[in-house]
DNA sequence: TCACTAACTGAAAACGTTTTTCAATTAGCA
DNA sequence: TGCTAATTGAAAAACGTTTTCAGTTAGTGA
């Protein structure tokens, strides 16, 4: 089930968060996503339809909406934070290519058992976990093997 | 097994890399730390071993060991690389305090299946995959439980 | 409806990490 | 030993993110 603008104005008023027009676009730019986006993307597409608003909100309101579990955070190797708005309740992973930066969600990893092995023999209280698979897409596994051919063709 | 310094500047030269003076302090601050170091921790340990190594060098010289697969690299939440020279070839998965930073490594993580399982799904041809779970460690734990009294108590 | 106030705003500066640039130095090899 | 491509550190640039601060405003209640 996917939130409305409305409906997430809403969820902040809740919580005592007052529902500026920079807040609500920012909320906008990330209700109409498929994509996981950077804080800058969603500036830019912020700024099209608000010219008023600034990056310094954009990292305020990805701060709040990630304080009450709004959002999911994607944290690529190469040191770029990406959002999306959850969908369900349920936390979810991703698998994304190294080289086109496409992103799968998937839910069930099935790590309780795991969880609860290493909670015992650590003692550790565990709180959450973070699982990403890297490679390569359909489509890119097909460009490199094509290059990969090339470049023996050159040689 | 560990490697030692020698054995490590050998694999270094294998690869047509040269062993400056720098890269083997570098090196063997890694070698002798069992805990994970982020890049301005490492420079601070080699100043003390050799003066004359830069920090851009600590950079240079961790992206060799990681383009060769020498070092672990830790990804926590708060944003901050840190480095662990590898012990083994199995790769390895990270617990960490999110109070005090406390990390424990483990092996065993039994992801095969999930990865098979999502690369007939989705056609990506999977290299690697991340995973740390996050919590508290048993001392922060008890921290924790006395501070949340006291607060109650004040109140 | 209006006036009040705490919450919010953007610009600019500060921040910490990482990368690039470049002239000087040096490891490895013949 | 002398050559050369690789490597070096200082400085500057780049980058994502946070802080600061004086001005603005959403929401409340009279
Ligand atoms: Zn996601
Ligand atoms: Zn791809
Ligand atoms: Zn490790
Ligand atoms: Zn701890």
Redesign the interface.
Known sequence: MRLTTDKLADILREHNYKVTPQRRVVVDVLVHSNEHMTPSTIYEKARQKHPRVGLVTVYRTLDILSGLGLICEL?T?D?N?SYLMRETDKPHHH?I??ECGKV?D?TD???GA??KR??LE?????????????????HC?TITAKREKNEKTAT
């Open positions: 944290h190797l040191n934070h698998l290519c190294s799968i998937f990893c099935g790590l795991l969880e290493l909670s650590t003692g550790f209280e565990i709180e959450e976990h973070l699982l990403e698979f890297h490679g390569l897409c359909c596994q």
